[in-house]
């Protein structure tokens, strides 16, 4: 199919008009369909374009820009350690599935202790994915985004959805490289993100107080505090609620 764009002018009595801005005429020709004529506005055309793949003819730009929503996630706890600036940046890099969904905070240091046993037993029973965000003692926000609730396991789990995140010191997410598979692992005396070359991309103690964070396959990510080891200040888990 041809696609003809007639420029803002009409025909009619043997006068040539101007049409108003916001429409166009456009005019329909092919092998096999009667050509017809059809009128439509500014804001129909961009439907229009849409519905022709060919690249033999050149489409006009729409002359409007549509409104775009800016939707912060919303949070149904208060958090210590994300603001707005936060938010934006690592919604951004969120699966689709959870965009437009509230987040829940399930543990956090200052409400529930420092305890990994207690950040598990605060998760069980869930089946969505988790934020988790640390704050350590030099002030550095990082963590990860996890396809799957932190639990006790003998063998890695998680997607390739996973991922680890930092704003030391401006923002930066490392998604997964397809090295290998070694998202998430637990047990009762740590929790390990990211793995496969001697170093976790993110490992947390049994009290929640010591940390590591080392470039690893997984992620191909550089560490994520200032120091590979740090001291943990705050430590926050949010599921997100779909």
């Not at 938010?87 to 529930?112: C, D, F, N």
């Not at 030391?168 to 047990?187: M, T």
């Amino acid at each position: 199919m041809r696609y003809y764009r007639v420029q803002s002018l009409t025909e009619k009595s043997e006068t040539m008009k101007l049409l108003p801005e916001n429409v166009k005429v456009l005019y329909f020709a092919s092998d096999c369909v009667e050509p017809y004529v059809e009128i439509i506005t500014v804001k129909d055309s961009k439907w229009h374009q849409s519905l022709c793949s060919c690249g033999d003819y050149e489409i006009e730009e729409p002359e409007y820009e549509e409104e775009v929503e800016d939707a912060l996630p919303v949070l149904n706890d208060h958090s210590q350690l994300l603001d707005d600036r936060h938010l934006e940046r690592i919604a951004a890099q969120m699966p689709a599935k959870t965009q437009g969904y509230p987040w829940q905070l399930v543990y956090s240091t200052a409400v529930h202790g420092s305890s990994l046993k207690t950040l598990y037993r605060n998760m069980a029973g869930l089946d969505s994915p988790v934020l988790l965000v640390v704050k350590d003692m030099h002030k550095k926000v990082f963590g990860a985004f996890s396809s799957d609730p932190f639990k006790v396991s003998k063998y890695c789990y998680g997607t390739g959805e996973t991922f680890l995140f930092t704003f030391n010191p401006d923002f930066q997410a490392y998604r997964w490289s397809g090295e290998n598979s070694y998202f998430v692992s637990g047990n009762l005396e740590s929790l390990q993100i990211g793995g496969g070359g001697g170093g976790f991309g993110l490992w947390l103690d049994a009290d929640l107080y010591r940390g590591s964070s080392f470039s690893c396959p997984t992620f191909q990510n550089k560490s994520l505090s200032t120091q590979e080891d740090f001291s943990v200040l705050d430590l926050e888990v949010w599921t997100v609620q779909n």
